[in-house]
């Protein structure tokens, strides 16, 4: 994958992101549980290196007290996500967050998932940075699919992981459970330089509900990018909630 780019800042290159596209659109569109993929080594390894450096620690000013997700499905997860407390964030990381908003990569998810006419979020809300600490986990759910703020409808949502040597005694794997969100159908594991894209429903039941078991001073990260239509998928339900699974995380 790494002929998408040509300098050293993440430029994406529409012509190599189209032709992949077409060539996973329809492992894409057949997936079980619901339709989405698993890129592995999607970036160049000395970018992947810079965004990784330029990674804040979990006592960095950028995460405020305020965006500790401390609650009963999702303890211990941190948040950058906001555009105004993104500023506090490296220019790098600022300049790689703009690159998963710009045309040739809204293009290759169009091609990728069918869903014309997509739109970034340019608040991140809910989106960005995140970070989960050791005990952490995120109970399976829905998530969140009507941005009222810009009266857009969220269809899609990419994962790209940021953790190196990545064990998996340490739990923390991505569980996709069925439409109905009774069991898990597949887990994958947030290795470094590894992208998920998938549709947002209220049936793409999705979590890491097992307690991370890592060490002192190696967390969960990741970049997290939603992405909208004008109009809302027909059939479909936007109430803007998130949906949790009733779980007790063992």
């Given at each position: 994958?790494?002929?998408?780019f040509e300098t050293e800042l993440?430029?994406?290159?529409?012509?190599?992101?189209?032709?992949?596209?077409?060539?996973?659109?329809?492992?894409?569109?057949?997936?079980?549980?619901?339709?989405?993929?698993?890129?592995?080594?999607?970036?160049?390894?000395?970018?992947?290196?810079?965004?990784?450096?330029?990674?804040?620690?979990?006592?960095?000013?950028?995460?405020?007290?305020?965006?500790?997700?401390?609650?009963?499905?999702?303890?211990?997860?941190?948040?950058?996500?906001?555009?105004?407390?993104?500023?506090?964030?490296?220019?790098?990381?600022?300049?790689?967050?703009?690159?998963?908003?710009?045309?040739?990569?809204?293009?290759?998810?169009?091609?990728?998932?069918?869903?014309?006419?997509?739109?970034?979020?340019?608040?991140?809300?809910?989106?960005?940075?995140?970070?989960?600490?050791?005990?952490?986990?995120?109970?399976?759910?829905?998530?969140?699919?009507?941005?009222?703020?810009?009266?857009?409808?969220?269809?899609?949502?990419?994962?790209?992981?940021?953790?190196?040597?990545?064990?998996?005694?340490?739990?923390?794997?991505?569980?996709?459970?069925?439409?109905?969100?009774?069991?898990?159908?597949?887990?994958?594991?947030?290795?470094?330089?590894?992208?998920?894209?998938?549709?947002?429903?209220?049936?793409?039941?999705?979590?890491?509900?097992?307690?991370?078991?890592?060490?002192?001073?190696?967390?969960?990260?990741?970049?997290?990018?939603?992405?909208?239509?004008?109009?809302?998928?027909?059939?479909?339900?936007?109430?803007?909630?998130?949906?949790?699974?009733?779980?007790?995380?063992?």
């Amino acid at each position: 994958m790494n002929q998408f780019f040509e300098t050293e800042l993440l430029t994406f290159s529409l012509e190599q992101l189209l032709p992949l596209a077409k060539e996973l659109a329809p492992e894409y569109r057949n997936a079980q549980p619901w339709p989405h993929v698993v890129i592995d080594d999607f970036l160049p390894e000395n970018l992947i290196n810079n965004i990784v450096h330029s990674f804040p620690a979990p006592d960095h000013d950028a995460w405020l007290d305020w965006t500790k997700r401390d609650t009963t499905h999702q303890p211990k997860k941190q948040g950058i996500g906001s555009a105004d407390r993104l500023f506090n964030v490296s220019p790098y990381l600022q300049h790689v967050l703009g690159s998963f908003q710009s045309s040739p990569f809204l293009q290759f998810l169009q091609r990728l998932t069918g869903i014309p006419k997509l739109l970034p979020d340019p608040h991140f809300h809910g989106g960005g940075l995140h970070q989960i600490l050791t005990g952490g986990h995120l109970n399976v759910h829905t998530d969140f699919n009507l941005l009222k703020k810009l009266d857009l409808y969220r269809r899609v949502n990419v994962l790209l992981y940021l953790n190196r040597d990545w064990k998996p005694q340490y739990n923390g794997d991505l569980e996709l459970w069925d439409s109905k969100g009774n069991s898990c159908v597949k887990s994958v594991s947030p290795l470094l330089n590894r992208l998920v894209v998938f549709n947002t429903t209220k049936y793409s039941f999705h979590g890491h509900p097992k307690p991370l078991n890592t060490p002192p001073g190696i967390t969960r990260k990741s970049l997290a990018f939603y992405y909208y239509t004008v109009k809302p998928e027909e059939g479909h339900v936007y109430d803007g909630r998130t949906d949790w699974v009733n779980q007790n995380p063992e």
